[in-house]
């Protein structure tokens, strides 16, 4: 089976949206265990630009978040369905993910 890890990251009060969303779909189930991800703390800064839509900061300001990133080992099939639920349930209008395929 070919898997894919997945790093999301969050601000730190929007983390259980994101965590809740992908519980929903079993998404975080593996070999017997519920709710299988990591979670490290991080600083998020960026600026948002005219025609942006932030849901934190302001536009020309520079934005410094309180971040956590979530990490979790998902099969390569689900990648798309992954993709959406995240897009669903978290509070940026971009927010990071990183898909990286796993040998």
């Not at 070999?31 to 600083?43: I, L, M, P, Q």
């Not at 800064?45 to 998902?74: M, T, Y």
Request: contains cysteine.
């Amino acid at each position: 089976m070919k898997y894919i890890k997945v790093e999301v990251f969050v601000p730190a009060d929007d983390k259980w949206q994101v965590i809740e969303g992908l519980n929903e779909k079993e998404i975080l189930k593996d070999d017997g265990y519920d709710s299988v991800f990591a979670e490290s703390v991080v600083t998020g800064h960026f600026i948002p630009l005219e025609g942006s839509n932030p849901d934190i900061g302001e536009v020309g300001k520079p934005c410094e978040v309180n971040e956590v990133k979530l990490e979790f080992r998902i099969k390569a099939e689900e990648k798309d369905e992954v993709f959406e639920i995240i897009k669903s349930n978290h509070p940026y209008e971009v927010p990071v993910i990183n898909f990286i395929e796993l040998l």
